[in-house]
């Protein structure tokens, strides 16, 4: 389907959401070439960023599509924009942990790298004045963040089961799954599905021989080579496809 993009909506940090011309249950993202970190305190640009991110937001989306996995992606037009089923979004980040890294194993004074058993999954609550704070399931439910456990349950089940399908994944393009960031939004018809993005800036992902990180936290930690790691990435998940 051809969609013309319209008015700016919103304009968030890392894309820009626009209305689509004469239709209501889509809107149209666009990915920009910034970086971001501790809350945005920390920021850059980055030239080519926003393709990369989508070209590798859209290679997830798609594969999790095969999978029955279901998101708000429709389609990818241009370099850098996505159209995308129109969400109410569930105001969570939905974090997986495979391993400690980062502030986790700082705040326990484990090692970073520690592999935990079973994967875990965290809630932190989408507020960016607030810095987006971890919340427990109790409290979600008593400040009617979520509508009822069940709910919450259910996103738990289906970050596990994305969990599994991008280990996977990234283990087919030696890259080890660290943790990730999810959100999810609800349809008009009350399905969730997945929205925002899925890519080196939602994720945590080291080489598997060398543990070198290959997402956001070069630019966290002033590793460089940003960019040339997220076109590793996408590089070998497109060499993933060939196979």
């Avoid at 305190?41 to 996995?69: Q, S, V």
């Avoid at 979004?89 to 079973?118: D, H, M, Q, W, Y």
Wanted: proline share 3%; glycine share 4%; with cysteine.
């Amino acid at each position: 389907m051809n969609y013309s993009k319209g008015e700016l909506l919103y304009e968030g940090k890392a894309k820009r959401v626009y209305s689509v011309v004469d239709q209501n249950d889509v809107v149209w993202l666009e990915f920009k070439d910034s970086l971001t970190a501790f809350n945005a305190e920390k920021k850059a640009e980055l030239d080519d960023k926003g393709p990369i991110n989508r070209n590798i937001a859209t290679y997830i989306f798609k594969y999790l599509a095969d999978k029955d996995i279901g998101s708000h992606w429709l389609e990818s037009p241009g370099e850098r924009d996505m159209v995308c089923r129109k969400v109410e979004i569930i105001p969570l980040e939905v974090v997986v942990r495979n391993t400690l890294a980062g502030s986790t194993a700082k705040k326990f004074a484990i090692e970073e790298g520690t592999a935990l058993e079973e994967p875990l999954v965290e809630f932190y609550y989408k507020k960016d004045e607030l810095g987006d704070p971890f919340i427990s399931d109790d409290q979600i439910i008593a400040l009617k963040i979520c509508d009822n456990k069940v709910v919450l349950d259910e996103l738990k089940k289906r970050a596990l089961r994305v969990n599994t399908e991008l280990k996977a994944l990234f283990a087919k393009a030696n890259i080890n799954l660290i943790d990730f960031k999810l959100e999810f939004g609800t349809l008009p018809n009350g399905d969730i599905v997945l929205s925002d993005e899925i890519s080196p800036d939602s994720c945590r992902l080291w080489d598997m021989d060398s543990n070198e990180k290959m997402d956001k936290d070069r630019f966290r930690r002033d590793l460089g080579g940003v960019k040339e790691a997220y076109m590793n990435v996408y590089n070998r998940l497109l060499d993933v496809k060939s196979q």
